[in-house]
């Protein structure tokens, strides 16, 4: 059963960055056919895609958010990363790791999902 | 990016009922959509996939149909642990992009 959890600092303050990793049990990050995901909620809000990364580097951004994120993979320790720089108040939300599956056909979707991790923007 | 409009917002049933939840597409996604449960507090969970494939370990009553630009949720009879936001998905363009949410209240 795959499990992953995020960690990072709770509390950011108004124009510096924001780290988050993710750490990756019971599955390989280097598994086939898998990119590793961020998604964030905003507090009462509904779902945003961030970008996710494939385990040989590949990455894909959503442009909305592209030019102050940046996700790095760790395949030796099974974790990946996201940062994201000048941050604001507008930032804050749950921020999720998750699992993006292609398979064949219009088989994709997002199956393994992390706690969840709240990061507030606040000075 | 592709909008994904989902109606209604907000819909308050009995338990038993059956519910139908609308997602449209601002463009031909042709099956390339998902749909999550999310209660408060959790991590959203994949209940349907390629628009009508039930995932592994979620209950019959959920079923998803439709191709195109709309779809369609349906929970053929309404249990105490549905009650939560449901989210559909689209992967079939770049930035992959979630609809609004319906919440599921109890009536």
């Known amino acids: 059963q795959v499990q992953l959890q995020e960690s990072g600092p709770g509390l950011v303050k108004p124009s510096q960055t924001l780290s988050l990793m993710c750490t990756i049990s019971?599955?390989?990050?280097?598994?086939?056919?898998?990119?590793w995901s961020w998604v964030r909620q905003h507090p009462g809000k509904g779902l945003e895609w961030i970008g996710h990364?494939?385990?040989?580097?590949?990455?894909y951004y959503n442009p909305s958010l592209k030019s102050r994120v940046t996700i790095s993979v760790d395949t030796s320790n099974n974790q990946f990363s996201l940062t994201m720089t000048s941050v604001t108040a507008a930032d804050t939300a749950v921020y999720y790791c998750a699992r993006y599956s292609y398979g064949s056909g219009n088989s994709f979707f997002f199956d393994y999902w992390g706690q969840g991790a709240l990061v507030t923007v606040s000075s | 990016d592709i909008q994904l409009t989902q109606s209604p917002s907000f819909l308050s049933a009995s338990v038993g009922d059956r519910v139908t939840i609308t997602c449209r597409a601002s463009q031909d996604i042709i099956s390339y959509l998902a749909w999550y449960q999310q209660q408060p507090g959790k991590a959203p969970k994949l209940l349907i996939h390629?628009?009508?494939t039930l995932q592994s370990g979620v209950p019959s009553r959920f079923s998803g149909s439709g191709s195109g630009t709309e779809f369609t949720l349906t929970i053929s009879s309404l249990q105490p642990e549905d009650f939560a936001t449901y989210y559909c998905?689209?992967?079939?363009?770049?930035?992959?992009?979630f609809g609004g949410g319906t919440k599921v209240e109890i009536k």
């Open positions: 019971g599955g390989s990050i280097s598994s086939v056919g898998y990119y």
């Open positions: 390629a628009a009508s």
């Open positions: 990364i494939y385990y040989s580097g590949n990455i």
């Open positions: 998905q689209q992967l079939r363009n770049y930035p992959l992009t």
